[in-house]
């Protein structure tokens, strides 16, 4: 084939379609299949709560998403010596109870930079420890761009949460409020939630202006950041993909579960995983 001509002619003769089904489609989503996503995940650890880094960390990374590039925010007031390359600090003084868990939106705000490199978001409490394997496929819902996990006195039926409007907010005056005729069949714990990014910022924003102009109504919240997120995930509840409560199986009610353990919310005395 000596022109250009030539080489038109000639290219006539592929059948493009099949082509482009049979090589390109296919390689496409291998692609995709073996990109590795990156996932920033949030620990906030002032005062003694940094001790439980160490673990929390060593643990997030043995059995948590073990085909994702992981980079761990630290928000402290303590210092980090001999961290990973993936551990970035961020100065975080120790607020007074609740502020330090309400401005907790406020707080994770700081590293938007930070988080905008990833593909995910997760917010995991200190107190709380991943103690078996959870892969990606199994954790995050690729439609749904939120998620929170269901509290797991919530799901056993414990009080309050056996009639309305069990640890809902339903003060009028508060940005978390909810009514009787709102959807509380599940209620979602503060420990475990987050997000795709960037949307994962209209959660974060959206809660900081709340819980901001709350405080300036001198409001607070009866479970302060939980209170206002249960208050979102109601009104976007189709794009909650919500967690079981496996995801934040408590310590101290291990006796009353009727599931396994994937995360394990740590007993503030004598936990056994905390040594």
């Known amino acids: 084939m000596k022109n250009r001509d030539e080489i038109l002619e000639y290219s006539k003769k592929f059948d493009w379609t099949n082509v482009i089904q049979n090589y390109f489609i296919s390689n496409i989503e291998k692609m995709i299949k073996n990109k590795k996503n990156k996932v920033a995940i949030c620990f906030i650890g002032t005062s003694k709560y940094l001790n439980f880094l160490p673990n929390y960390y060593e643990n997030i990374e043995k059995y948590f998403l073990p085909n994702s590039e992981k980079t761990f925010l630290v928000f402290t007031d303590g210092e980090l010596d001999g961290m990973p390359d993936n551990v970035v600090r961020y100065q975080q003084d120790h607020l007074e109870w609740p502020f330090i868990t309400l401005k907790r939106f406020e707080i994770i705000n700081r590293a938007r930079q930070e988080i905008m490199k990833n ?44 009639k309305f409007p069990g640890a809902f907010e339903t003060n009028p005056k508060c940005r978390a409020s909810i009514t009787e005729d709102a959807d509380v069949s599940t209620y979602w714990q503060g420990c475990l939630w987050g997000g795709k990014v960037p949307y994962v910022f209209e959660l974060i924003d959206e809660l900081q202006n709340r819980t901001n102009d709350d405080l300036k109504d001198d409001i607070i919240a009866i479970w302060h950041d939980e209170s206002h997120l249960n208050k979102f995930f109601i009104e976007n509840k189709e794009r909650v993909h919500t967690l079981p409560s496996s995801y934040a199986y408590p310590e101290d009610f291990s006796s009353q579960c009727n599931f396994e353990s994937k995360i394990v919310h740590l007993s503030k005395d004598n936990s056994k995983y905390q040594k």
């Open 119 to 162: 593909d995910w978001f997760v917010f995991i409490d200190a107190d709380a420890l991943v103690t078996s394997d959870i892969t990606e496929e199994e954790f995050f819902h690729l439609n749904k761009p939120f998620f929170g996990v269901h509290h797991p006195c919530h799901f056993l039926g414990m009080q309050p949460h056996g």
